[in-house]
């Protein structure tokens, strides 16, 4: 260190360089946010990163990352809008593209705001703060540690796995690797530590980590294990303010924001409208509207694939789990290349009724906008095909309170995602029963779920009050054997769930992704071939998307290997 001193005016001076030393700029001191307040705004800030802001492909819907890549969904639009999202749809991401560099940031930033809030509750001695809230900020943080880890697993296949405290310097010697046992480990924290009630809905309560600590161990194939801790989620599991889990009466009541944080939603992303900034609503959607009409206005993304639309046949009532629903004789009839103008009947056969809540199709009512129209909705047919999402999509009735109208598309909502519903977690009770050995209690599981779509209520109306379509759907009298139940429980998520995220990483964890993208490219592909041009699957690149090539080169590939194929 540099010393000098010198006489100026009578005074003696001293000096060195640590004026050198700047705290940096619009960053507060640690020591400063090491208090009860500080600390509770830094786990806020961890819960704030859940709908992936600034990084459109780490929000926890996975619109991309498992519906469009499940094949559930087509990009829409045309060829030309976000390209990114192309290399997703055929398979061609590589190590410098957008999609897997955009989602590993996001991710991260969430894991840093976690480690943020336990590092500054290590050092906290605000006696404000007491031992109940400790335990609770712990569980929390460690919960949301644990599902933005989750998410870099299903996606990368490895990570270097940060502890709250590391310096920067010791992060970067981290090596990366396979997570599965330090999530465990944050989850069964959080199931173990965290309250079966709170004060605030939208906080991770002890049902809510069991639910993640279960699809944590399913997706490891420890199916004996995640099935005791799903069934007493299933059993006992509630709310935060204390509502015993159970299905909503209405299937699309799961999407609209007049019943977010309803006793079906075990953990969900929090969103609000109308609040003076578009910082607290859905950023996970804003693209997924109708082009160029109400409601939002923009962009014509998430067009719903053909394989999925068609899944909802039925037949006596009950989905064709040999995927025959493609043939022509059993596909939905559609309007592709039909004008608005001209004539079309929409499909008289008998149809399974969340279709109507999941797709919108032409001459079956769209929410309460209008009766879709067709070509009219779509800004290129013929690339991104005839289809609407229509899940997550605000009312009119909803127009400037659910929308916000503030903004420069009214797409910004308060509707919340759902990162576990409790359908979800019955249908993933439903396997590890099925992979126990107990058909009847999967059976038992899964006809709870389909129970509810069978209701009246539940079907699509056209303003007389008759049904729109012929719905027709009933439960299953037995499952056969183990090969036909998994078919039943793999068709009902597809079902239940569709345009939800998860589609990809069930069809990866079942070890049937490769077969079934081909077939899905294949048939989507003779209807929209710019869309689907030169796209193929292929193991064992295609599995996880590739580490980023910007943050293998931070590190270097001894601490970041790359994923094979790339």
């Known amino acids: 260190m540099l010393l000098c001193a010198f006489l100026l005016g009578g005074m003696l001076l001293t000096c060195s360089d640590d004026f050198l030393e700047v705290s940096p700029r619009g960053a507060l001191d640690p020591s400063v946010l090491a208090t009860e307040a500080g600390i509770e705004g830094a786990l806020l800030g961890a819960y704030a990163q859940l709908g992936g802001?600034?990084?459109?492909?780490?929000?926890?819907?996975?619109?991309?990352?498992?519906?469009?890549?499940?094949?559930?969904?087509?990009?829409?639009?045309?060829?030309?809008?976000?390209?990114?999202?192309?290399?997703?749809?055929?398979f061609k991401l590589g190590a410098t593209s957008r999609v897997p560099s955009d989602r590993w940031n996001g991710l991260f930033e969430g894991v840093s705001r976690a480690n943020a809030a336990l590092a500054l509750m290590a050092q906290t001695e605000d006696p404000l703060l007491t031992d109940e809230d400790r335990t609770r900020i712990e569980g929390e943080a460690r919960f949301l540690r644990g599902h933005y880890y989750f998410q870099l697993e299903i996606s990368y296949d490895q990570a270097p796995f940060?502890?709250?405290?590391?310096?920067?310097?010791?992060?970067?010697?981290?090596?990366?690797?396979?997570?599965?046992?330090?999530?465990?480990?944050?989850?069964?924290?959080?199931?173990?530590?965290?309250?079966?009630?709170?004060?605030?809905?939208?906080?991770?309560?002890?049902?809510?980590?069991?639910?993640?600590?279960?699809?944590?161990?399913?997706?490891?194939?420890?199916?004996?294990?995640?099935?005791?801790v799903l069934r007493n989620v299933v059993d006992n599991g509630q709310t935060t303010n204390g509502q015993k889990f159970d299905l909503l009466s209405n299937y699309?009541?799961?999407?609209?924001?007049?019943?977010?944080?309803?006793?079906?939603?075990?953990?969900?992303?929090?969103?609000?409208?109308?609040?003076?900034?578009?910082?607290?609503?859905?950023?996970?959607?804003v693209l997924n509207f109708i082009q160029g009409n109400?409601?939002?206005?923009?962009?014509?993304?998430?067009?719903?694939?053909?394989?999925?639309?068609?899944?909802?046949?039925?037949?006596?009532?009950?989905?064709?789990?040999?995927?025959?629903?493609?043939?022509?004789?059993?596909?939905?009839?559609?309007?592709?290349?039909?004008?608005?103008?001209?004539?079309?009947?929409?499909?008289?056969?008998?149809?399974?009724?969340?279709?109507?809540?999941?797709?919108?199709?032409?001459?079956?009512?769209?929410?309460?906008?209008?009766?879709?129209?067709?070509?009219s909705f779509i800004r290129d047919q013929g690339y991104a095909g005839p289809f609407s999402p229509k899940k997550f999509v605000f009312y009119q009735s909803q127009e400037g309170t659910i929308a916000d109208g503030t903004s420069w598309t009214a797409g910004y909502t308060a509707i919340n995602y759902n990162i576990i519903r409790f359908a979800d977690v019955l249908l993933m009770l439903a396997e590890t029963e099925i992979e126990t050995g107990d058909l009847e209690a999967a059976r038992t599981l899964v006809n709870r779920v389909r129970s509810r779509a069978k209701d009246d209520p539940n079907f699509v109306k056209m303003d007389d009050g008759s049904a729109a379509a012929n719905y027709s759907i009933e439960l299953y009298d037995s499952f056969s054997d183990d090969d036909m139940a998994r078919r039943a429980v793999r068709m009902e998520r597809k079902l239940e769930l569709s345009g939800e995220g998860h589609r990809f990483f069930d069809l990866s964890r079942w070890g049937i992704v490769e077969a079934e993208m081909n077939r899905i490219i294949a048939n989507e592909r003779a209807f929209l071939p710019l869309a689907y041009d030169g796209a193929q699957f292929s193991s064992p690149r295609n599995l996880y998307y590739p580490i980023p090539q910007g943050q293998i080169d931070l590190q270097?590939?001894?601490?970041?290997?790359?994923?094979?194929?790339?």
């Not at 970067?172 to 079966?196: C, H, K, R, T």
């Not at 809510?208 to 997706?219: D, E, I, P």
């Not at 993304?301 to 025959?324: A, K």
């Open 53 to 90: 802001r600034g990084n459109y492909f780490s929000g926890a819907s996975n619109w991309v990352n498992g519906s469009i890549q499940g094949g559930e969904a087509n990009k829409g639009t045309d060829d030309g809008d976000f390209v990114d999202i192309n290399s997703v749809v055929q």
């Open 162 to 228: 940060l502890t709250a405290g590391l310096t920067l310097e010791e992060q970067q010697l981290v090596v990366s690797g396979d997570l599965w046992d330090m999530i465990e480990a944050d989850f069964q924290f959080a199931y173990d530590n965290l309250p079966e009630t709170l004060d605030q809905a939208g906080r991770a309560n002890k049902w809510a980590a069991g639910a993640y600590l279960g699809k944590t161990q399913l997706f490891q194939g420890k199916f004996a294990e995640a099935k005791t």
């Open 252 to 285: 699309s009541d799961a999407f609209n924001a007049e019943f977010d944080n309803s006793f079906e939603s075990v953990f969900a992303v929090q969103a609000a409208a109308n609040s003076g900034t578009t910082n607290v609503a859905n950023p996970d959607f």
């Open 294 to 375: 109400k409601p939002g206005g923009c962009c014509g993304f998430f067009q719903p694939s053909y394989d999925l639309v068609n899944s909802f046949r039925t037949q006596n009532g009950l989905p064709l789990l040999d995927n025959s629903y493609n043939e022509s004789s059993m596909a939905l009839a559609q309007d592709l290349g039909i004008e608005s103008s001209d004539a079309f009947s929409p499909d008289e056969g008998s149809l399974d009724p969340r279709l109507d809540h999941s797709v919108g199709r032409r001459g079956i009512p769209y929410l309460d906008w209008q009766v879709h129209p067709g070509k």
């Open 556 to 566: 270097g590939p001894e601490i970041l290997p790359q994923n094979p194929g790339y």
